[in-house]
């Protein structure tokens, strides 16, 4: 890491959680993601759902010919796969999953729990024969840790998952490697720090920056809802915390989710904060606010890649001090789209592309 007042310069970072979507959405997003990031985890949670090694190439193609199409080189930007686990997904999908090299883990999302999660897992029973599968091959597994349980308050959802659902699992299939998706909740931070096993968890700059008050300071604000849904400042001050420990079980994950602005500004708004397009500077801004600017590497750069076994990135990624407006709406395909901290100002920008 090269760091002067007024510049920082660290190794290529990677996004372990975003998503691109498809069609005009995936043009309008995928070179805000290739500009700062080297690889990134795709989540596969399309209408309809990534299930299997063919349609997962089949949208990884998708996604670099869009790269191409924004005049960005395919070659700069790797996509790393998923499938998305359904209660039905054969095992033998999982051997397939692991000879080839592109699609690198599975995503649990609990049935009803998040956009587009209705073909998601009713029941663990269902799956064993799966994740046995996984345990052997080392695939990691990918968790949207929310039990989807009316009578479970929202804010609670992370918390009871971990007890009711995390704790049991990783009992079952001590040799699962499991990264625990957008963490929010001090319970998940705690959680990951002590356990034992492969475990790491991703956590999204809107998890670091803002608390629940941000959704309903001065009117509904639904350009800060997302799901796992914004908690107290507590459990905000906990995510800081790991985020800039140095623990190697957390690292960067931006779960950037755009959706077109009319369908957040509406009486049943989407899920999903758009934070692609200056991920690097709102993290940068969270570590800051921190005072530790020098864990800020490490968190984006290199405990990813460690995890899944894959090579930290050659190149470097500069972030320049200066005061920096955020739009307030981006185009969107035939939409438009507002970013996370819309009409903020951030301390730290992008340096110009060479
Ligand atoms: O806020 C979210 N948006 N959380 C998710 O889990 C899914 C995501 C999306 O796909 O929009
Ligand atoms: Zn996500």
Known sequence: MAASPDTLSIVRPDDWHLHLRDGAALHAVVAASARQFARAIIMPNLKPPVTTVSQARAYRERILSALGGSGRSPGTFRPLMTLYLTDRTPPQEIDAAAEDGDVVAVKLYPAGATTNSDAGVTDIRHVRGVL????????????????????????????????????????????????????????????????????????????????????????????????????????????VEAATSGNPRYFLGTDSAPHAAHLKEHAAGCAGCYSAPHAMPLYAAAFEAAGRLDRLEAFASFHGPDFYGLPRNDGHLTLVREPTPIPERLPYGEHEIVPLAGGETLPWRLAEEH
Not at 162 to 186: C, G, K, N, Q
Request: a neutral charge.
């Open 132 to 239: 046995e599968r996984m345990q052997r091959h080392g695939m990691p597994l990918l968790i949207h840790g929310e039990v989807n349980d009316g009578t479970v308050d929202v804010f609670d959802r992370e918390a009871v998952f971990i007890e009711r659902v995390l704790i049991p699992l990783r009992r079952d299939f001590p040799a699962l490697r499991v990264v625990f998706e957008h963490i929010t909740t001090e319970q998940a931070a705690h959680y990951v720090r002590d356990a034992e096993g492969g475990i790491a968890a991703t956590i999204t700059p809107q998890h670091l920056l803002y608390n629940r008050n941000a959704i309903f300071s001065g009117g509904l604000r639904p350009h800060w809802y997302c799901l796992p849904v914004l908690k107290r400042e507590h459990h905000r001050l906990a995510l």
